[in-house]
């Protein structure tokens, strides 16, 4: 007993610290040693192998990393999904936050308006997407009605791969109330005393956004950047659903909507190639970890806790 | 009251109504379709209102899946699932938000990076961890899923966020009383983050509501089969029985509006609790 | 002080609706797990299908009867489990006793090892697969040896066509060959002033682009049955080029925009019900209301090329498949309950309920099918089921990516953006490395 104590070099007090933070990370820990940490392991083993979900995995080194590079389709959903990743989610984001700001007045009926901008969030995907589907008809469809009105071109949403990808983004603007509740929830947490102090010292509306509304809801930028980061790279169910509904196959016209989650999917599930979709996962595991990493670096400078002085 | 004021104050009602107009309209969709005939559904260019209002759909929906029994399942499944992860998630965003050791920023980093890995390469090792515990064919994998899975990851990163803007000196005098950890995570932070434990809750229940996938894979036995199951049942080889389905996901989207709405009001109460305004 | 009361109550709450909902599941948790003795000293197994709810009723009631025909096993069926859910269990560890299918996964799963050969049990019981419709079988066979059975078929071998807009182009008798159905194609093709699309004769990739089909029109193959794929020869071209000719003539943004506008198959705005579209390839269960003599659909054979009359009757097979997993714990029983489910009675009775064709070639002549006015519009397809042009893919374990590949060549062959032999060279150039491997 007597050795395994000032060895650590560990002082008491780090050490009583050390271990009330365990106790209180407990529950993680056991659930990552328990649930998570096999599959985890196991998927890196396999993405070393040759396997095909029923005979016994065999060892090919490196192979299905090397593959990766010459194949062309791996990359092309590598492509679709940081461009929906870009020009997908970062304007959805802004999206949201406007969406709350809104939400965050004093009007009256305030909680009917809530629950209506959240309603879309709770419809079911297929009755979601089969109604886009409607609205985006290149003939009929709502949306080409209005543009051909104001005599903008119409195209053809669905089936147009250069407009599949956007079709997308339109039909994720709809669904970003969690975002937007969330941003809420942070919202109502800004002191209020803040403001009152601001507008005493004669700042405008757009003043008192920049410097008091954005800092005090960075934290929660914070997390939403990191967690639609770690979403827009897995993007599945959309583009699955999408494909699926407008009777086309995975990937959409000219493969423009096969994402990078579906191809990993579809080797796994359809080709059995689960040694290859494990190399898939790994190598996207570590874009996106290099990618949150950037970000909690950056954090210091942008991301304000009102818990720190 | 000059026309300025008046209109600050309808403007933003107005904007509200428009823009509501455009996040109702899937909803509105699918109400209205649930009375359309079969036939009416799928005029080109689309119809919204229904020229005969018709019942059918709801009685084929309720007839066609034991409506009750699978709403049952899964309400007993989102409850079980909502009440680990918020008795569990806080705790654990306690210790990353508070508790000053060492490594904890590496074991952050590690939990965050369990997302990180898309979830199709290890569901069948998950599947076989639960199949060796002898939990297949029981609500326990999407339980321990919820609690301890992905999502505790998700939970726990959004509490933190929550936790690390309460203020220090709320927590440090505490401290310096000699007030133990525990008891300054339940007596001081805990209230605080109502609005987020909410937020939690309401999240892990819709989701537990909505999975399809898991509760597919887990559940063997008809009797055990959740909503969103039963949903699918609708969509068949050879076409998709549209009325029905349609009432069944207006029913299956009813309960989760309803809650949604009272949650929603939590938020500014949990507010008004706080006092920190 | 009172709100730590209050956030104390929170959690006792919390702590109690813990309890209540573990107790609850307690409760309603475990069922049966696969292949434990049932009542009675009784075998219970376990059936798998991925139909769901109305479409699970055939399989569910044929397994009824067996559970009563005898005493020594009792099949318990689970409907609507996916592709996934099939994988992820055989994969993981508790695989069912028999599984109802895709006849495509037959391939990559028996390849892989997954699906117990059916060789043994053949040999041993003498079993005659010769009763079964050959182009059934052969989609059940993966290097010749036979991995799963039949259970059902589907197949398209017709041209269905909306009557009425064959009378109003005056056309008195339905096209005899390709080359005919493309001019009646053109005939029935119209325009409105600003040079929209308003009605068209055909599609050939409507409603999807078909990578099986066509080519065995023209009498195409996949490969030569010792690993060589052979989708670039020279009938396969044709079949890739002849889909062309549709793109070349009307223009492929023109006929996007106006598919877009078509209503969904099968729905009371279907294109061909509502004469947007004039034909489609014909599959036994589509239109099944609206075929007939004083039905609005008409029925024909499926076109020809002219050259080569030799390939009247042409057409395509997809069968449902069932099959062993080879860690399945009652095998024996399995290959009963299989068995069971070809009894010619039991086969006919399926196909009734299931509106599709039964496996058994003497079942295609059995009264009970061919007499019977409630599958009259079915009848054409009994008698055609029997023709030896049927055929359908070669199983393997690369299918899917087979499949996969001919499809996005398909595609940018038809977007005019290279031509058919490029896209079937290139489709060859990718899989035969892959088929090589295997």
């Known amino acids: 007993m007597e050795r395994l104590e000032p060895r650590s070099g560990m002082r008491s007090r780090e050490r009583k610290r050390l271990f009330i933070g365990l106790l209180f990370l407990s529950p993680w820990i056991f659930g990552f040693l328990v649930f998570q940490l096999y599959p985890i392991i196991t998927s890196l083993y396999y993405s070393f192998t040759e396997y095909n979900l029923f005979t016994s995995p065999q060892w090919v080194g490196l192979d299905n990393y090397a593959d990766m590079a010459q194949d062309g389709k791996m990359l092309s959903s590598l492509y679709n999904t940081a461009f929906m990743a870009l020009f997908g989610f970062f304007p959805q984001l802004a999206y949201a936050l406007g969406i709350a700001l809104l939400l965050n007045q004093s009007v009256k009926g305030l909680s009917l308006y809530r629950t209506i901008y959240f309603l879309p969030t709770l419809v079911p995907a297929v009755a979601g997407s089969l109604l886009w589907i409607w609205l985006l008809n290149a003939q009929y469809g709502l949306v080409n009605q209005m543009l051909g009105a104001i005599g903008l071109p119409e195209p053809n949403w669905l089936m147009d791969e250069n407009w599949t990808k956007p079709s ?113 996962a790994w190598i996207l595991f570590v874009i996106v970890l290099l990618l949150t990493l950037l970000i909690f670096k950056t954090s210091s400078r942008w991301v304000f806790y009102g818990g720190e002085k | 009251m000059n026309t300025a004021s008046i209109g600050r104050k309808i403007l933003p009602h107005l904007l509200l109504i428009i823009v509501g107009l455009l996040f109702l309209a899937p909803f509105a969709w699918l109400l209205l379709t649930t009375f359309k005939t079969e036939d009416e559904i799928f005029v ?14 709801y009685v084929n929906a309720v007839s066609m899946i034991p409506f009750i029994k699978y709403t049952w399942n899964t309400v007993v499944i989102a409850l079980m699932s909502v009440a680990g992860v918020v008795l569990l998630s806080p705790l654990v965003a306690y210790g990353f938000s508070r508790i000053q050791f060492k490594g904890r920023n590496l074991l952050f980093i590690l939990m965050l990076s369990t997302l990180m890995l898309p979830m199709q390469v290890t569901m069948i090792p998950l599947y076989v961890v639960f199949n060796k515990v002898n939990l297949l064919n029981s609500n326990w994998p999407l339980v321990l899923s919820a609690w301890f899975g992905t999502g505790m990851a998700y939970n726990v990163f959004l509490i933190r966020q929550f936790f690390n803007g309460i203020p ?110 | 002080m009172k709100r730590h009361y209050r956030k104390k109550t929170f959690h006792v709450m919390l702590l109690l609706l813990l309890a209540f909902t573990t107790v609850l599941s307690a409760c309603s948790g475990a069922g049966g797990t696969a292949g434990k003795p049932g009542e009675g000293g009784k075998v219970e197994i376990q059936l798998w299908s991925s139909a769901t709810a109305e479409n699970a009723k055939p399989i569910e009631n044929a397994i009824a009867k067996f559970n009563e025909s005898q005493d020594d096993i009792v099949v318990k069926t689970l409907s609507n489990q996916d592709h996934q859910k099939q994988l992820t269990a055989i994969s993981g560890g508790s695989a069912p006793d028999i599984i109802v299918t895709q006849w495509n996964n037959i391939g990559p799963w028996s390849a892989a090892g997954a699906v117990q050969s059916l060789e043994e049990f053949i040999k041993r019981d003498g079993y005659d697969t010769s ?189 449902i498949a069932m099959f062993i997993p080879s860690k399945a714990k009652h095998q024996d029983e399995a290959w009963k309950v299989m068995q069971y489910l070809l009894g010619e009675d039991v086969q006919i009775e399926y196909s009734i309920e299931f509106g599709s064709i039964p496996v058994l070639t003497k079942a295609l002549d059995n009264p009970k099918l061919t007499e019977n006015q409630e599958v009259k519009e079915l009848w054409d397809y009994y008698e055609s089921a029997k023709n030896p042009n049927l055929k359908g893919f070669p199983n393997s374990i690369y299918i899917n990516e087979y499949l996969q590949t001919l499809n996005e060549e398909t595609e940018k062959a038809l977007k005019g953006q290279i031509t058919a032999q490029e896209a079937m060279d290139n489709v060859v150039n990718k899989m035969q490395p892959i088929a090589d491997k295997k």
């Open chain 1, 168 to 280: 997308l983004i339109l039909m994720g603007f709809w669904g970003t109330g969690t975002i937007t509740i969330m941003y809420l929830a942070a919202l109502q947490e800004v002191p209020r005393m803040y403001y009152e102090a601001a507008s005493i010292d004669g700042a405008n509306k757009w003043h008192k956004f920049w410097h008091i509304t954005l800092p005090a809801i960075s934290p929660m930028t914070f997390f939403q950047l990191i967690m639609g980061l770690i979403g827009s790279f897995q993007y599945f169910s959309q583009g699955y659903v999408f494909a699926e509904s407008s009777n086309q196959a995975i990937g959409g016209p000219g493969n423009s909507i096969l994402f990078y989650a579906i191809y990993l999917f579809q080797n796994a599930f359809m080709f059995l190639k689960m040694g290859y979709a494990s190399a898939m």
């Open chain 2, 44 to 57: 080109i260019p689309i119809q919204w209102i229904p020229k005969e209002w018709i019942w059918d759909n």
């Open chain 2, 168 to 277: 220090m000196e709320l927590t440090e005098s505490a401290k310096i009383d000699g007030a133990s950890e525990f008891r300054i995570y339940t007596q001081i932070v805990l209230p605080l983050a109502k609005p987020a434990l909410l937020t939690i809750g309401l999240f892990t229940f819709l989701a537990a509501w909505g999975d399809f996938q898991g509760a597919l894979i887990y559940l063997n036995d008809q009797e055990t089969w959740t909503l969103s199951i039963g949903l699918k049942q609708f969509i068949r080889e050879n076409g998709v029985a549209w009325g029905p389905l349609m009432a069944a996901a207006t029913l299956f989207t009813i309960p989760i509006i309803i809650l949604y709405f009272f949650v929603q009001k939590k938020f500014i109460e949990g507010i008004t609790i706080t006092g920190l305004k």
């Open chain 3, 131 to 319: 009763q079964i419709i050959p182009a059934a079988l052969d989609r059940m066979k993966v290097n010749h040896e036979i991995f799963g059975l039949p259970i059902s078929m589907s197949m398209a071998n017709k041209l269905f066509y909306n009557k009425q807009a064959f009378e109003e182009a005056g056309l008195t008798a339905p096209p005899e060959t390709l080359e005919e159905l493309f001019a009646y194609a053109k005939k029935l093709t119209k325009k409105d002033a600003k040079g929209n699309i308003t009605q068209m004769g055909f599609i050939p990739d409507y409603p999807w682009i078909d990578n099986v089909f066509w080519p065995i029109i023209f009498n195409g193959s996949w490969d030569d049955g010792s690993g060589k794929l052979t989708a670039n020869q020279e009938a396969n071209v044709k079949a890739i080029d002849y889909q062309m000719n549709y793109y070349r003539e009307f223009g492929q943004e023109s006929i996007d925009k106006f598919k877009s506008g078509m209503g969904g198959l099968e729905t009371p705005q279907d294109p061909i019900l509502t004469g947007k579209l004039s034909m489609i390839i014909g599959w036994e269960n589509w239109y099944v209301e609206h075929r007939g003599e004083d039905k609005e659909v008409g029925v024909a054979p499926f076109p020809y090329p002219a050259a080569n009359p030799e390939l009247k009757g042409s057409g395509m097979v997809s069968p």
